[in-house]
């Protein structure tokens, strides 16, 4: 009796293999440019939210991830990128874009025209709240609005009176250092100078030079750690122009004070980062997953977190149609109006699949404490910080 059964169970496996749908869906970020130290813990939580799906048994389908590189700043590449991934891999929905001007490109060129939902992790370009998206993109690290609020009280709180600003010549440097001005002026600041550099030079002193001469407390540096950005911290120390700096999520990364030295101990900032119980449970699933990734970097959990959204919502909604499944992305991740939802963490995802069987609402909190606002992107928590012995040290979040 114990074989038939065991025979029988082994029979009903196999059925429900072969109803399964084989889904993929892409993973398109900036594996070569100014975030590269960032993507591969981004993309290593995303492939693991998918592989969590797949071991629980309980989805209708099975699902795998295409990588495709946006270079963060190349438009065209990744644009081409994103039109592989859709007319020859089929992807049914993508994880990305990461920088913002790529992701506007993409979404315009090639989600909207084929009817492909995004969900970016860490796209932030105020921008994007008012593009044209046919209800088709998401993104799970808030605005870069509510990041320039976040940057002057900090600053302001530190007894900053003025500041020289300089930004990536992006649409994330530029939206963001419209953003951090604005609100900075409107509690009492000066802002200098507001002054665009570009990425990939070999050498900023000129740029560092007209920083200088407009002078301030402290520099504000809004690029990308392992470019521009770095390259005008390492100028300014090097000719004694600043010696502490102000840095907004862009600039945060392991990479940036291993290049830099000592000389960044001081610097302060912010960055998108949850408190939630679902933090602290990714972080430990990073450490033992293979590969291996670190949850604390930058835009991590909101990968995991779009992933998670992604699959969700093709299992509730029974379709791999995105014109189907994307009406069900604010429901999974809000949950009920009056709160009833169940709440769903990292490591839960097969639970939220037998609650989503059942009948039962969830609300996905997922590691970075999913709340969708307005139209589809993340109200958003940060975490302030001071660099000291090298390390991002948290002061509080916000």
Same mark, same amino acid.
């Given at each position: 009796?114990?074989?038939?059964? /065991? ?5 009903? /496996? ?161 939206? /963001? ?12 600041g000066t802002v200098t100078i507001n002054a665009a550099h570009d990425d990939g ?19 504000v540096v809004a690029g990308y750690l392992d470019q521009g950005g770095k390259g ?160 991002y040290e948290t002061v509080q979040f916000r």
């Open positions: 009796m114990k074989k038939l059964l /065991l025979a029988a169970s082994a029979c009903a /496996l196999m059925a429900g293999a072969a109803a399964a749908e084989d889904v993929k869906i892409g993973i398109l970020i900036g594996f070569t440019g100014p975030i590269e130290s960032l993507t591969s813990h981004m993309a290593n939580a995303a492939e693991t939210a998918m592989a969590e799906v797949n071991a629980s048994g309980k989805a209708k389908n099975t699902y795998a991830s295409v990588r495709g590189d946006s270079t963060c700043t190349d438009a065209a590449a990744a644009t081409a990128a994103a039109e592989r991934m859709v007319t020859a891999e089929g992807v049914k929905g993508i994880i990305g874009g990461d920088c913002s001007g790529v992701t506007r490109a993409v979404l315009t060129n090639v989600a909207m025209p084929n009817g492909i939902v995004m969900v970016s992790p860490s796209a932030t370009s105020p921008a994007l709240t008012a593009d044209p998206d046919n209800g088709l993109f998401f993104r799970t690290a808030p605005s870069d609005a509510r990041e320039g609020e976040v940057m002057a009280d900090i600053l302001t709180e530190k007894g900053i009176k003025s500041i020289a600003l300089t930004y990536s010549n992006s649409d994330y440097g530029k939206g /963001l250092a419209e953003s951090i001005a604005a609100a900075f002026i409107a509690k009492g030079k070999a050498d900023y002193s000129a740029e560092v030079a007209a920083l200088a001469a407009a002078g301030g407390d402290l520099l005008i911290i390492q100028a300014s120390l090097d000719t004694g122009a600043f010696s502490t700096f102000g840095l907004p999520g862009g600039m945060v990364g392991d990479s940036l004070p291993v290049a830099i030295g000592p000389a960044l101990d001081g610097s302060y900032g912010q960055v998108a980062q949850s408190d939630s119980p679902g933090a602290a449970v990714l972080q430990e699933m990073g450490k033992t997953n293979e590969p291996a990734f670190d949850a604390t970097s930058p835009y991590t959990p909101e990968s995991y977190d779009a992933a998670a959204l992604l699959m969700l919502a093709m299992e509730a909604s029974g379709s791999t149609d995105p014109a189907v499944y994307k009406e069900k992305i604010l429901e999974i991740a809000n949950g009920p109006a009056d709160g009833s939802g169940t709440k769903v963490l990292p490591g839960e995802l097969g639970k939220a699949l037998e609650l989503i069987a059942a009948g039962t609402a969830i609300d996905y909190d997922g590691a970075s404490g999913v709340t969708l606002i307005g139209p589809g992107e993340s109200a958003g928590r940060y975490k302030q910080f001071e660099v000291k012995g090298g390390v």
